[in-house]
């Protein structure tokens, strides 16, 4: 009998990345994936801590781990990701069930360290921060059935935002090598994924820190020439170094999709300053106005926090004034969370947590009307919609994305998976679009 595996995954897309990869080594290993944690052997939790909740539900299903361990003793038990990173080795006596805590750079060794617990039954962790990828692990049929998939171009972030945990938790920045970046983006669409979204914390600093080439636009470039990848997407980008070459670019490339991540944070440049994030509301703007004359249709999406200390009734309006004056296709709002070990612990003017909230509603209020309104303004254009798999409702319900990002669901007697198709946009949902097929896709983003 193959010994299963599950991973619990919580996090951004580097998490998920990350428990994609470990699955595919497990996989090699001979170990299959198991759909309920009662029947695994190994029990990974794969854990986020950007915010202070993302922590605590990790720690939460940690501690439900320790049933399990009673009932099968030969269970492994393991803590992987920034959480295990950031608490380290004093999860090992927090929760004496577990045996394994791996920081995320070094999660590419995972097969050793579970050969190693089993033979001596010892615990281990290994928290190295200059850890690297060097190599994909072999395909195993893995992405079997997937269209899209993600591929990490660098990892760790050297931006220290005053407010952000993640420079701790996954240390300085490293790009990949941009030869073993194609070669896998080739394999990648032999194995019949159509899109590729690159990713990491920073994507446009790529290659920046080491002087070495390509840097970012020109690794677009040679993945755009790939035959048989139909469509690019990156995230995250910081606003800071975002170049005209690689605005330029929106307008250029066929395979890149016209949507992009910018998070800004804050809409007051007193906050922004304090935030350390290294531009103001003016040069934001004006990164907007020049994606927009590229590329008009571009979809553009933000992060944003309130509440950070210091920040006024006037410095909220400001990021209330814009969204107003950008008006994204979405945006992801948070209400500022203290980490520990950041600069943002020792600023004046904390904002209690009514307050928080209260500001928070409102902005998702106003932005929710605004999605709104962009969703309602694409009914009766046709979209161009790459086919991902089944709608939530069954019943021949096929669900994709439109190359601005946007989930499309529409009916299909045939299961079109991985096919590019043309769809009138019969309606503009809060959350999704409604689609009917008019015809196969042009092969471009449209
Ligand atoms: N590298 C990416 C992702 C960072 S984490 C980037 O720079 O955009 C994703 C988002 O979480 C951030 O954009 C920020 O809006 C939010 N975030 C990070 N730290 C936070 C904190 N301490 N409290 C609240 N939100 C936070
Ligand atoms: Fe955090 Fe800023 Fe780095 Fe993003 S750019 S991961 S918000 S420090
Ligand atoms: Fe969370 Fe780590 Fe990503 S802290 S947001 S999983 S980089």
């Given amino acids: 009998m193959p010994q299963l595996f599950h991973i619990k995954t919580f996090g951004c897309q580097m998490n998920k990345h990350d428990s994609d990869s470990i699955s595919q080594i497990l996989m090699n290993e001979g170990y299959q994936q198991s759909k309920s944690i009662d029947d695994a052997d190994i029990v990974l939790v794969n854990t986020c801590a950007v915010r202070v909740k993302a922590e605590e539900k990790a720690l939460s299903v940690l501690g439900r781990l320790a049933p399990l361990k009673q009932k099968k003793r030969n269970l492994i038990a393991g803590v992987i990701g920034c959480v295990a990173q950031e608490q380290g080795t004093d999860l090992l006596k927090r929760f004496p069930h577990l045996d394994l805590i791996l920081g995320p750079r070094n999660i590419h060794h995972i097969d050793k360290f579970i050969a190693q617990i089993k033979k001596k039954r010892e615990r281990i962790s290994s928290l190295d921060l200059s850890g690297q990828i060097t190599s994909f692990p072999k395909y195993n049929g893995y992405l079997k059935g997937r269209v899209t998939c993600f591929l990490k171009i660098m990892e760790g972030c050297d931006n220290f935002c005053s407010y952000c945990i993640v420079p701790f938790v996954r240390g300085r920045e490293t790009s ?18 159509k899109e590729i979204t690159l990713i990491g914390q920073n994507v446009n600093s790529y290659n920046v820190r080491n002087g070495s080439v390509p840097t970012f636009p ?8 790939i035959s048989g990848l139909k469509r690019i997407r990156f995230t995250t980008s910081h606003p800071k170094d975002l170049s005209d070459e690689l605005i330029g670019l929106f307008g250029e490339l066929t395979t890149l999709c016209p949507h992009i991540h910018l998070p800004v944070q804050s809409g007051s440049d ?35 926090i309130v509440g950070f200390p210091g920040e ?110 043309r769809l009138n946009i019969i309606q503009g949902c809060q959350n999704s679009l409604l689609g009917e097929i008019v015809g196969a896709g042009d092969q471009k983003t449209s």
């Fill in 218 to 225: 020109r690794l677009l470039k040679e993945l755009d020439s």
């Fill in 270 to 304: 007193a906050i922004l300053g304090f935030m350390n994030r290294g531009y103001t509301r003016d040069t934001y703007l004006s990164l907007i106005e020049r994606l927009r004359k590229v590329r008009p249709d571009i979809a553009i999406t933000t992060d944003l």
């Fill in 312 to 421: 006024r009734e006037q410095d909220f309006q400001d990021s209330l004034r814009l969204i107003e004056d950008v008006k994204f296709d979405n945006i992801f709002s948070f209400k500022y969370s203290e980490r520990s070990g950041t600069r943002a612990v020792h600023l004046p003017g904390k904002i209690g947590d009514t307050e928080k909230q209260r500001r928070l509603f409102l902005l998702q209020q106003r932005q929710k009307e605004i999605t709104l309104g962009k969703n309602n303004s694409l009914e009766g254009t046709i979209q161009e919609v790459l086919v991902e798999g089944p709608g939530k409702r069954g019943n021949h319900q096929l669900s994709g994305r439109t190359a601005g990002n946007k989930v499309v669901n529409f009916f299909s007697p045939t299961d079109l998976r991985g096919e590019l198709l």
């Fill in 176 to 193: 990949l090598s941009a030869q073993k970046l194609i070669d896998e983006a080739n394999r990648l669409v032999r194995q019949g994924i």
